[in-house]
């Protein structure tokens, strides 16, 4: 079955420390996006590719980076710059042939990050 | 900018009980709109969404949705609910301005409890 896995499910960050959360979808979707979601908040949207090699900041991209080296892998680094971390995060993809607008994104089950 | 409001943070119904979840958008240009359901620590799945002729549109589960452009709402409804309806819903807004199409505008979610 197609879909788009997340790994690990649950994730814990020591002070200081880089963690990275990852992201593989085999749709053979173009596009890929990386959300942050809190109780209250709904979902804010981090990083986005349209296509391999290039990817554009989300509305709140400070204290994250990621890498789109292959069609199919995002994923998340969750830096020490990040002050405030402890959050569900939600990886989706979405075909960007025609008019990508209007194409529905497809989830995975998400990660949950937590500091120690 | 775009933006997107779900009127209730919490609706509690009785099962069998007809639902309304209210969201209303603001937006200088067209927009298409979506309708996704996220159960407890898994990711979103498409309900249902508007992208042109009609404006009631059915979805999964038995949901149907209205948009109204006067109005700038795009409202939820079931008319019977199950327990297993039981979930958080966020309505969402696709981005149409330049570089960032694709991108999705989430509400705050609404979450919707079915008591026997």
């Known amino acids: 079955d197609g879909g788009i896995t997340q790994s690990p499910k649950y994730l814990f960050r020591k002070e200081g420390q880089n963690v990275t959360l990852s992201c593989e979808q085999n749709l053979n979707h173009d596009a890929m996006y990386w959300y942050r979601q809190d109780p209250g908040q709904g979902l804010r949207l981090i990083y986005y590719?349209?296509?391999?090699?290039?990817?554009q900041k989300g509305d709140i991209a400070e204290g994250y980076s990621v890498s789109r080296e292959k069609k199919e892998s995002f994923p998340l680094t969750v830096t020490s710059a990040q002050k405030n971390p402890t959050a569900f995060y939600l990886c989706a993809s979405s075909t960007d042939r025609g008019r990508p607008h209007r194409q529905p994104q497809h989830f995975g089950d998400g990660t949950r990050l937590s500091i120690l | 900018a775009q933006s997107v409001t779900q009127l209730d943070s919490q609706v509690p119904v009785f099962e069998e009980a007809p639902v309304e979840l209210r969201c209303n958008y603001s937006s200088s240009v067209s927009v298409y709109l979506f309708w996704y359901v996220q159960y407890p620590n898994q990711g979103l799945q498409l309900l249902l969404k508007?992208?042109?002729?009609?404006?009631l549109v059915k979805g999964i589960n038995g949901f149907e949705a209205e948009f109204n452009k006067s109005q700038t709402s795009f409202h939820l409804r079931k008319p019977s609910v199950h327990i297993s309806d039981t979930a958080e819903y966020f309505c969402?807004?696709?981005?149409?301005?330049?570089?960032?199409?694709?991108?999705?505008?989430f509400g705050q979610g609404t979450i919707l409890t079915v008591h026997p």
């Open positions: 969402a807004v696709s981005d149409l301005r330049g570089t960032s199409y694709g991108k999705l505008t």
């Open positions: 590719s349209q296509i391999v090699n290039d990817f």
């Open positions: 508007y992208l042109s002729g009609s404006t």
